[in-house]
């Protein structure tokens, strides 16, 4: 019998869980917090418009979402730096700041979407987004400004949490579950520019730019190592399966109900709002939390990806252990981005259709060189060593590129011919 001194010994799957646990982050919350508002509201018209037949699109943007955001965490983790830092690093100070800009402008249109999908949610419940929105800037800019790294990543898996109740909400609009099956295995597209459309907003959405330069900044945040990258490889699956999972449940949620009874609609709360007599108070209510949620940690993390991007363009310290006076570019622009994208929503009559599809174009133009430019760090030995993507992995990876050339052309093309 062992006594008071002495310690049993710890099992190696215990270990094992400590070890995970540990390096766990990156992945789970860069990959949830793709599905922010207009996610939602992209997942939400794709259920209600086509039903269950574009589901293998989301199949196909989470396999997508699995390989970058790998990607984007292995650099990370072996270079030590930000994804503008190497761009700028790798291919000169013209590409960085090019891509810096157009970071920070399409961040900030994205990070209106976000505001806007608190404001929408908040109105639900009945609250102004005069109070809602204000409310909302000033809990993500305490989160970040006055949080250690541990206590703000703690808060971002809280909110993660939150994204359950679209499985609930899924759950309780009981879809044809083989139906679903069907859509995810059998690719069908109707040839029409909004099918396209829809199919290539859902691959934008799901593989977000802002959402690869955070992961790769969050892993060399959390200082992580190369010991860590098997357990990472781990942590950026999960979180970008779960992604796939709760857009899953969003376009299952909308075409069980708004796509079968014929409703369209336009945004995420028209959804909610449109489920009430369709499945119940419970599920409105869920979808609209859902919603809140999604928003939060968006809002949190959008700043912080467009702060991290700046410090790593000019060389800055950026890291959320860091005090404002030790880091005060970093701060300052995470402040800068929501402090301007709140405002934007509280003006009355702001073009916030203008300054979501300029988002939408922004986005989609800056996915593809982002793209590239990681295929070309992968290949790197210079940069990447022994760890250099292999000749199978630039194989897939250029596919994957392509597709997206592909989509991203007729978004553009739809776009300016609209």
């Known amino acids: 019998m062992a006594t008071s001194k002495e310690r049993l010994p710890i099992s190696p799957r215990k270990i094992r869980l400590a070890a995970f646990l540990a390096v766990m982050g990156p992945g789970v919350i860069a990959g949830l917090s793709d599905d922010d508002p ?116 703690k808060v971002f898996f809280l909110l993660s949490a939150v994204f359950f109740a679209y499985v609930i909400a899924g759950v309780l609009a009981h879809p044809k579950w083989g139906d ?45 190592t190369r010991d860590d990258l098997k357990l990472l490889r781990v942590d950026v699956w999960t979180g970008s399966l779960l992604t796939g999972v709760i857009g899953f449940f969003v376009i299952v949620t909308c075409a069980a109900t708004l796509h079968a009874n014929h409703i ?28 809140i949620g999604a928003a939060l940690l968006a809002a949190s993390i959008l700043p912080l990806s467009t702060a991290y991007s700046v410090s790593d363009l000019t060389g800055r310290p950026a890291a959320l252990d860091d005090k404002p006076s030790e880091a005060p570019l970093f701060y300052a622009t995470f402040g800068a981005i929501t402090g301007v994208s709140a405002l934007l929503i509280l003006i009355p009559g702001a073009p916030l259709i203008t300054i979501l599809v300029v988002t939408q ?27 250099a993507a292999s000749k199978r992995m630039l194989t897939i ?5 392509a597709l997206v050339g592909v989509c991203v052309g007729c978004m553009l093309w739809f776009t300016v011919h609209h």
């Open 264 to 291: 369209t609609i336009t945004d995420a709360s028209n959804a909610a709002s449109a489920l009430k007599p369709l499945a119940g108070t419970l599920a409105k209510d869920l979808f609209a939390i859902g919603l």
């Open 180 to 224: 679903a099956f069907h859509g995810m295995v059998v690719p069908q597209m109707p040839f029409t520019r909004d099918a396209i459309y829809m199919a290539t907003a859902t691959l934008g959405t799901t593989l977000a730019p802002w959402g690869l330069a955070f992961i790769q900044s969050y892993a060399v945040d959390k200082r992580l």
């Open 38 to 153: 207009a996610g939602i509201t992209t997942y939400s018209i794709l259920g209600a418009k086509y039903g269950y037949q574009l589901l293998w699109v989301l199949v196909a943007s989470t396999i997508a979402l699995i390989l970058f955001q790998d990607l984007g965490a292995r650099i990370g983790v072996v270079t030590r730096q930000g994804m503008i830092g190497l761009v700028r690093q790798k291919y000169g100070a013209r590409s960085g700041t090019l891509s810096a800009s157009a970071l920070i402008l399409a961040n900030i249109g994205t990070m209106t979407a976000e505001f806007a999908g608190i404001a929408a949610a908040g109105q639900l419940f009945g609250f102004s987004r005069y109070i809602t929105v204000p409310i909302a800037a000033l809990v993500v800019s305490f989160l970040v400004l006055r949080g250690s790294f541990a206590r703000v990543e």
């Open 361 to 387: 174009v922004l986005n989609a133009v800056l996915l593809l060189p982002l793209l590239l430019y990681m295929y070309g760090i992968a290949r790197d030995t210079r940069l990447m060593g022994e760890f």
């Open 397 to 401: 990876y250029a596919i994957v590129i």
